[in-house]
């Protein structure tokens, strides 16, 4: 069906950024957060980075030579920052113009309502947050030359077995079609042994309950049964840290 | 201010007198007025000194000068149609005149002072040769002149029906010179032995809605300067054809806007306490190639032809149509910056858009290409393609085959109608509509198949660090422009990556009216600017599908890394583009205001019980792929948004005292519009009506979509910049584009409703009706208050 072909393009970007993770890593980052006074609230998520071109053997760094230094300029490609507020200043404060988003039905609130649950309001109340991406970088990169033995074909193809890469054609998807196949890259910059705040965010949700009617949304007269902090306790700054080595490829079908 | 900037372009350098004509003519006149002659003055003899001053002059000149007091021109009338009451077989009486009133000429300092002194312009003829390109001597006629730094004051705009009303008045003080020759007759289109040269140097162009102390909109600053050599000028059957392989082109100037002026039309940038606000300095700069300009008779076109019916574009009623189509040369650069607040020298940070490339090198296309534009006094209901019943003339949204139509059909359409309810067609957003705003009788302004296939390939970003005026690195005795702030390595530096902007095939329709509205009371005033407008953009062109994007006819917004590999090369296979692909755009008003208030340039839908509408929709994949032809695309994600409000604010507002931005608030009421031919998918509540929606799908199976529907309520943005961050302003980061905004939602947005009035109330709450996935409905989400803030900036890997 399609709409699980999205969850499963979905699950395979997340897949990407998640798969190559050694099992030790969260420990080892952890005890490297430790060591800095971190905290290690977010694991650092570190996709392995195999040289193709060594293969699982050890490279020797080699020195540049005066005209490969010469070429090497600035990154040219393109960056986004990116900052999203709800209901709080620059520093993450919740507004005073928002009641500080405490108090009875003050104006910090988003309500959901469910298909066939009419007049039946989940509201998120009390809450606000912020997130950072200093640098997000776009580039280009494309599928390996050579696939590997965990393509999964299929994924790429719709129901009714047709691939969808590229034109599309009316036949299975062959190892051909996804060789070297284009794809945007997301990226932070950075290094695998550094920590940087490459996504910087935090979120209070003060109450969680259930309002009835069909301006339900309105009302601030249930209790809550649940509560939601999102942040980094080990500073001052609410911000919990994100680093985020590796790279998402993109692929559009 | 008389800001000295050098223009990039190449100066024309006026034809020389071929040497064996030298002396030709021998006729020496000067005609002067308006110069007081004394009726007791006698002939005196001249002294030798007076006499060792006379030269040998060749041609005729003519000289005028005004009085020092200035001179009224009175007015100017454009009147059309005169007592026609058809246009080929369309019974029609277009006849309607639109008149200039309050005309003044008079001299002005450079801050648009008036001076006690004449205003004086020259014009002189010469006869001789171009020595340059005429291999045959023909003789030919030059005509060159000159004006003095003067101001043309526009007290009123006017049409004939609605004669108590105007947008404003306008003041444009300009000095220049130009010069115009050719050979074998004045106008003769043969050949190429003509040059022209027109150098406008800083001028000012004011507008105000009101008398004296009501806020001024300026361009000031403006350069102006186009000029060729061997090109063409000349009348045939077609009308006026101006052709230069070659066409120098510079045209910059520094937009600014006075809240509160400190006097009327005139300038105080960098005066202490001035309310003069610099906004932003834009320009293009450069040369222009295979150059093309047609100039003919010839207003709105009505009634139909063929089958399937189009509009009959020949079929024109009196008015004015042009042009114009060209390529670009490399040097040819796009730029934009912040205009320097001290009031002299450049820019502090500039951004230069240059090195271009096309987007289609089939034989016979241009860079920019636009073959109808035309301009015409139109009476009510006389939209392009009118056919004599009130209700015809308007144009196609996402049709295949017609870009625009007679009627109420977007005749010849292969794709399907709109879709049932809660589904997708079976290309998103590619089911035509009909659209249709009814003018009334005001100013037309209509182009047809405009097209900008091409892009620039390359950054430059200028930023005077030290603001000594340039953008040198080590020029100052006292300190290097060389900014120590990293990682920023010199004040000019050019970035591998460019920005895509391609227009398809641009489309509108706009209709100015003179006269304002009082919001506040729900009544028409007599000073104000009132617009109407269908403007669209869209990528097919009537070959493709709606499946692929068409890169080479489309309209892409897009980022391009020239440099994928980042090793400072720009090689063959190392391009890559990302960002909207086969884009189409609709920007659609009735009956929206331009109003210049204290707080800034206002546009906003008139109020009251029938409140204006106005209808924003954007389509375009997301996706990327290999540059220049994108022959291998990334096909990410389709979007189709569609936002429609009765409630529209939006103000350009000048920045704060010391600031140099662009700023920006408003307030949108979304609503669920109803209007037919207008709204997307017209009568409300019929099937596939979604209001205002946000719709993400499948690029191969549009089914599969994500789908905010039925989207109502209030969000008002306020604090917003567009600012150009120059690497000083922030440590460690490079210069970027950043757009940021808050924005109120719900009971948070406190504003005046549509009805009018001068008591601000709460908005409603924001509420996506359904959250559709797959053509199954989710549930909703309501956000009833709270504060949002978003931004983003655009920059260097670094």
Request: with cysteine.
């Amino acid at each position: 069906m399609a709409p699980n072909r999205l969850i499963v393009k979905v699950f395979f970007v997340l897949q990407a950024l998640l798969a190559p993770l050694p099992q030790d890593s969260f420990a080892a980052l952890d005890a490297t957060a430790a060591a800095r006074g971190q905290g290690g609230v977010f694991p650092k998520l570190r996709p392995e980075v195999v040289d193709h071109a060594c293969g699982d053997h050890s490279c020797d760094m080699v020195e540049l030579e005066d005209g490969v230094l010469q070429g090497i300029a600035g990154q040219e490609g393109i960056s986004l920052d990116i900052e999203v507020r709800l209901n709080t200043d620059a520093v993450g404060v919740p507004l005073a113009s928002l009641s500080s988003c405490t108090g009875n039905n003050n104006p910090c609130k988003l309500a959901l309502t469910f298909n066939n649950r009419p007049d039946k309001w989940l509201m998120l109340k009390d809450y606000y947050g912020t997130l950072n991406i200093p640098k997000l970088y776009l580039n280009k990169t494309n599928a390996p030359a050579t696939v590997s033995a965990y393509k999964d074909l299929p994924r790429f193809q719709d129901s009714a077995g047709n691939c969808l890469l590229g034109a599309g054609k009316a036949s299975a998807c062959a190892d051909a079609d996804i060789q070297n196949h284009p794809a945007l890259k997301l990226s932070s910059p950075g290094f695998t042994g550094t920590f940087e705040n490459d996504i910087l965010a935090n979120l209070f949700v003060g109450r969680v309950a259930i309002e009835t009617g069909a301006t339900g949304y309105n009302n601030d007269t249930n209790g809550t049964f649940l509560g939601l902090q999102l942040r980094d306790t080990s500073t001052s700054a609410p911000q919990a840290r994100v680093d985020v080595d590796g790279h998402v490829a993109l692929f559009g079908f | 201010m008389n800001r000295q900037r050098t223009p990039t372009s190449r100066c024309h350098e006026p034809a020389k007198r071929h040497p064996a004509r030298q002396g030709v003519g021998g006729l020496a006149a000067v005609l002067a007025f308006g110069i007081p002659v004394s009726a007791s003055a006698a002939m005196g003899e001249l002294d030798d000194e007076a006499m060792s001053a006379v030269n040998a002059r060749d041609g005729i000149e003519l000289s005028y000068a005004t009085p020092n007091a200035g001179t009224p021109i009175g007015s100017v009338t454009w009147d059309v149609d005169v007592g026609k009451t058809a246009v080929g077989s369309v019974t029609v009486n277009p006849e309607v005149f639109a008149r200039w009133e309050g005309l003044r000429i008079r001299a002005v300092d450079a801050n648009g002072a008036l001076l006690a002194s004449p205003a004086t312009t020259t014009l002189s003829f010469d006869v001789g040769d171009n020595e340059v390109t005429d291999t045959d001597n023909s003789v030919g006629l030059g005509i060159s002149g000159n004006w003095s730094r003067m101001r043309l004051l526009v007290d009123a705009f006017r049409q004939e029906n609605v004669s108590a009303n105007s947008p404003g008045t306008f003041a444009f003080d300009s000095a220049g010179t130009f010069s115009f020759m050719n050979t074998k007759g004045l106008f003769n289109d043969v050949g190429t032995a003509a040059g022209f040269n027109l150098d406008i140097s800083d001028a000012s162009l004011y507008f105000r809605q009101g008398g004296s102390g009501a806020p001024e909109v300026l361009f000031d600053n403006i350069l102006f300067n186009v000029g060729f050599n061997n090109g063409t000028i000349g009348v045939n059957n077609a009308g006026l054809r101006v052709a230069a392989a070659n066409l120098n082109f510079n045209l910059t100037f520094d937009l600014r806007y006075e809240g509160a002026p400190d006097a009327a039309f005139t300038y105080e940038q960098g005066t202490a306490g001035s309310n003069d606000r610099p906004v932003m300095y834009y320009g293009w700069q450069g040369t222009l190639t295979d150059f093309e300009l047609g100039v003919k008779g010839g207003g709105i076109w009505y009634g139909a032809t063929g089958s399937p019916a189009v509009e009959n574009v020949a079929n024109r009623s009196e008015g004015l149509n042009f042009s114009a189509r060209w390529n670009y040369d490399s040097t040819f650069a796009w730029v934009v910056g912040e205009s320097n607040p001290s009031g002299s020298g450049n820019p502090r940070v500039q951004v230069q858009f240059d090195t271009w490339l096309k987007i289609n090198n089939t034989a016979g296309t241009y860079a920019f290409d636009t073959p109808n534009n035309t301009l015409d006094v139109v009476k009510a209901n006389q939209s392009p393609g009118y056919d004599g019943t009130a209700g015809t003339g308007g144009m196609c949204w996402g049709t295949q085959t017609s870009m625009t139509g007679p009627s109420a059909t977007c005749a010849g359409s292969a794709v399907a109608a709109a879709p049932a309810s809660g589904t997708t067609p079976a290309t998103p957003g590619y089911y035509p509509q009909w659209l249709y705003v009814a003018p009334e009788e005001g100013i037309a302004l209509v182009s047809r198949d405009a097209k900008q296939w091409a892009y620039s390939n390359r950054i430059v970003i200028k930023d005077d660090f030290n603001n000594d005026g340039d953008y040198a690195d080590t020029d100052s005795a006292t300190a290097s422009d060389t900014p120590n702030i990293a990682p920023s390595t010199a004040e000019t530096q050019t970035a591998n990556f460019g920005f895509i902007y391609t227009l398809g095939n641009f489309d509108a329709n706009i209709f100015f009216y003179p006269g304002g509205w009082d919001f506040a009371n729900n009544a028409a005033t007599t000073t104000g600017l009132k617009l109407d407008f269908l403007i669209m953009t869209q990528s097919h062109d009537g070959s493709d599908t709606g499946a692929l994007p068409d890169w080479n006819t489309g309209s892409h917004y897009m980022m391009a890394d020239n440099d994928v590999d980042n090793d400072g090369i720009i090689e063959a296979n190392d391009k890559f583009g990302v960002g909207f692909l086969g884009s189409s755009i609709l920007l659609a008003a009735n009956d929206l205001y331009l109003t210049l208030t204290s707080a800034g340039v206002n546009f906003r839908t008139r109020s009251g019980t029938t409140p204006g509408e106005v209808r924003v929709q954007f389509k375009g994949r997301f996706g990327g792929g290999d540059l220049p032809d994108m022959a291998s695309p990334v096909r990410g994600l389709d979007i189709n948004a569609n936002f429609e409000s009765n409630n529209f604010q939006f103000t350009l507002e000048p920045p704060a005292s010391g600031g140099v931005y662009i700023g920006f608030s408003g307030l949108v009421d979304f609503v669920d519009l109803s209007t037919a031919n207008f709204a997307e998918n017209g009568t409300s509540g019929t099937s596939g009506d979604d209001g205002t929606f946000i719709e993400i799908a499948e690029p191969s199976r549009p089914s599969a979509a994500l789908r905010f529907a039925n989207i109502t309520g209030r969000i008002q943005y306020t604090g917003g910049k567009l600012d150009l961050v120059s690497d000083s302003e922030i440590a460690n980061q490079p210069a970027k584009i950043l757009v940021s905004s808050s924005v109120n939602m719900g009971a948070t947005a406190v504003g005046i409703p549509a009805g009018g009035g001068a008591t601000a109330s709460a908005g409603a709450p924001l509420q996506v009706g359904r959250i559709e996935f797959g053509g199954n409905t989710l549930g909703s989400i309501v956000v009833p208050s709270g504060t949002w803030y978003a931004a983003i900036g655009l920059k260097r890997q670094l």
